[in-house]
């Protein structure tokens, strides 16, 4: 496969997210348009290019650009065409001035040839063009039945071997060019244009000279090839195989080629390269998961549980004892539908993008919960007779002592052990006696996720910049605050694979560890052996390393060790459960640490939570009124329209009107006058204020500072974050 242009792809891989973002901006006008006008003067190596676009009564010239072949032989050009530039743009012509006009209110295109019939009008363009004009085409920008703008191009390239003159295929490519273009500008400019999946997936392919597959018939699909990978690797990556191309490359569809990430995570998964793309709309790829697969893999609700627990009614009698029946059956992997229903409800939650799997034991029945984008959803209601069962399978799956119900305890699944589908999992699991009977829940930590990229995760462009320049500190201490399940772990993953190159060492000390990356030194604790942080600790500053990762600093002596090791010229990366930036270093203190070797070891606190993305295919825009817009104005200076989530959703949100999840981050970052408050143990709300005052954004700020984006809703920041009482 020939490795694609740098610049093209950056090019095309920025149409792609401005095209998924739910309310594009002022500034992806301009990038859209850049974007066009580098396809049009690549695609037919023309001298120079013009973009209009028609603003209320006026028309605007939005992108100029003059190749440098025009003064080759001229170099005092050069300089009268850059004053050209920033003369035309400033101009605003009345609708109908000139070709341009003339193009817009006819919605017809002009092609003017050097010929002596338009020799005149040739002529009378070089004097205002400053150069030989030979050939000129001028189309319309037509979305919609409405004309919104215009393309004009003058002259071809010698190198073309045309004499400088466009032909009537040079016509038709840029009319094709304009009509794939008008659509996404006209949504950059109408919030209330709507862009179909058809129409996305038209643009994608045009700008990724991909073939486009409209219809189901059009392709080809390998059936067994679809079994060996399985729906639920095609539906984590969006990725849907159809044919073989050779016994180790496969033929693929995708809505995004330019998702690498995923791509690279097929191919590590299935061992198959991918060696052809299509594309499809997100419409089709649906059609063509529910056509090859039956609707109960492909929904959501995937457990057929009516005949499942038919049989498990038949087969286990509610006066007989469970576990003896267990002990004897739950370890032959087909012999018990009850596996069967385990290994389907792990599946099912793996496929719905769920982070933990709640096995419930109520007064009636056994309910199953799912958590996912942070909130907690029943999936499954079962007789109370399959609790023992079920959760005497998952104790033989993870080597726990099936015998002790009284007691909590805490193992791991590796699923791939128990399924012979292409899921490549671990499950965390913990059980604990509830007064119906054993709990479990499952953590699931998945494999074959990559982590993302620090820009992916949700930081302000402030925040970044500041965080980016703390991870690169040679020694020092940075500490991620926040409950169970905000992203800390994400995020000093994203953080590592920055900064993991050759030359530096990195170790880290995890209970699990969640990803596997490559060129960092992983160790994996267990209490079981007396494998804790605080002798990994130990073990690793007898290793030479450079940074060292630390899953949760949670007693003294890590504490303490950490603190060294910040100190002797390491760079220590860990995590604390705490509200608030601030309120980590009276934490820190509260385990036994001096606070001068606080303030001398800290380099930035970075407390987080992840919030509920309002759905971008439903979210209703308003205007805030009364409290909500206080508090906008209190947080940002600033009120305006802003998103709140529909009340019924969509099908692409579940009915929910909230799809995945946006990180916020309150960054605190060490400086002399917190040095010296830390020093004098000075309050938390003393130390907040110090903070704010250099620089620092607040939770609720920073939440709200997403509200403003469209990222979230109001709702969803204040039922995470509180109003801050505090101001600088």
Known sequence: MATPNIAGTLRRSLLIKIISKAAPSREDLDSVVELTASKVVEALQSQSMT??????????????????????????????????????????????????????????????????????????????????????????????????????????????????????????????????????????????????????????????????????????????????????????????????????????????????????????????????????????????????????????????????????????????ATSDIAAADLEKEDSAPIIQLTNRIIEDAYVSGASDIHIEPMEKDLLIRYRIDGLCQEKLRLPKLAANSMVTRIKIMCNLDISERRLPQDGRIVFKKYTKKNIDIDLRVATGPMNYGEKV??????????????????????????????????????????????????????????????????????????????????????????????????????????????????????????VEAALTGHLLVSTLHTNDAPSTIARIGEMGVEPFNISASLVCVCAQRLLRRVCKSCKVAYEPEGREKELMEKALGWSGQVFKAKPDGCPACGGLGYKGRVGIHELMINSEELTEAINKEVEVAGLKRIAMKNGMKTLHQDSFLKVKMGLTTIEEALSNVPPDLISA
């Open 51 to 320: 973009f209009y676009i028609v603003e209320g009564n006026e028309i605007t010239f939005r992108h100029i650009y003059y190749s440098p072949t025009l003064w080759a032989k001229d170099p005092e050009l050069e300089l009268k065409l850059k004053e050209t530039t920033t003369k035309l743009l400033a101009l605003r012509l009345p609708l109908g001035t000139g070709v341009v006009g003339k193009v817009i209110s006819t919605s017809e295109p002009v092609f003017y040839r050097n010929s002596d019939s338009q020799a005149p009008f040739m002529s009378s363009m070089a004097k205002s063009t400053g150069f030989e004009v030979r050939s000129m085409l001028t189309v319309p920008l037509k979305s919609n039945g409405k004309v919104i703008g215009a393309i004009q191009v003058l002259n071809k390239e010698h190198t073309a071997g045309t004499d400088g003159e466009f032909t009537d295929k040079d016509l038709l490519l840029l009319k094709e060019v304009a009509e794939y273009s008008a659509a996404l500008l006209q949504r950059m400019l109408d919030p209330k244009f709507e862009l179909s999946a058809d129409d996305t997936a038209k643009f994608v392919a045009k700008l990724t000279d991909l073939p486009l597959v409209t219809k189901i018939e059009e392709v080809e699909v390998d059936d067994k090839l679809l079994e060996v990978i399985g729906y639920a690797l095609i539906r984590r990556e969006g990725i849907f195989p159809h044919k073989r191309c050779s016994p180790n490359s496969v033929a693929v569809l995708m809505s995004n080629p330019l998702d690498y990430a995923k791509r690279e995570s097929f191919t590590q998964a299935t061992e198959m390269s991918i060696e052809e793309v299509r594309v499809v709309s997100a419409t089709l790829f649906e059609a063509l998961l529910k056509k090859y697969f039956n609707t109960k893999a492909a929904s959501p609700d995937a457990v057929d549980v009516g005949s499942v627990v038919e049989v498990i009614s038949s087969t286990y009698n509610t006066d007989t």
């Open 441 to 562: 829940v499952m953590r699931i930590l998945d494999k074959q996720k990559s982590t993302l990229p620090l820009p992916a995760l949700g930081f302000s462009d402030e925040n970044l910049a500041r965080y980016r320049e703390c991870i690169r500190q040679p020694y020092g201490m940075i500490l991620h605050c926040g409950p169970t399940g905000s992203g800390k772990s994400m995020t000093l993953y994203s953080a590592l694979g920055e900064v993991n190159t050759p030359d530096v060492n990195i170790q880290t000390a995890e209970d699990p560890i969640e990803y596997t990356l490559p060129g960092i030194n992983q160790m994996q604790m267990s209490r079981a052996i007396g494998l804790t942080f605080a002798r990994a600790l130990r073990c690793y500053l007898r290793m030479d390393p450079d940074i060292i990762l630390v899953g949760e600093i949670r007693d003294e002596e890590t504490a303490g060790i950490a």
